[in-house]
């Protein structure tokens, strides 16, 4: 199994958190559902760079993604962000499959 990516205590509920090195954002909609996405926005290949108010923001055209799922919330990306498949075991989130 793959290293640990960080621990579920660092993501906060209703928001989520990037992590630039390893190219993920992962995001707790709800209190105890983690999701993963690409951090690379599909609309210029730019890195997403914050995590607020229930969206993903990419700065370089103003892009912005669900927390939910990914999905387009403001163009000008056409694109939702790419899913990341995880696992959560004793606390830790690692990237599985594709990571």
Known sequence: MSQALTTTDRVPVG???ILAAHGVVLTQPV???FLAFDST???RGCAVRAVAAGLISCF???SRFR???GSVAGGPAAEPLRP???V???GEIRLTGDG
């Open 41 to 43: 926005c599909p609309h």
């Open 31 to 33: 209190e105890g559902t």
């Open 60 to 62: 370089c055209h103003g």
């Open 15 to 17: 928001g989520g958190t």
């Open 84 to 86: 990341r498949a995880i």
């Open 88 to 90: 959560v075991v004793d």
């Open 67 to 69: 927390i939910a799922d």
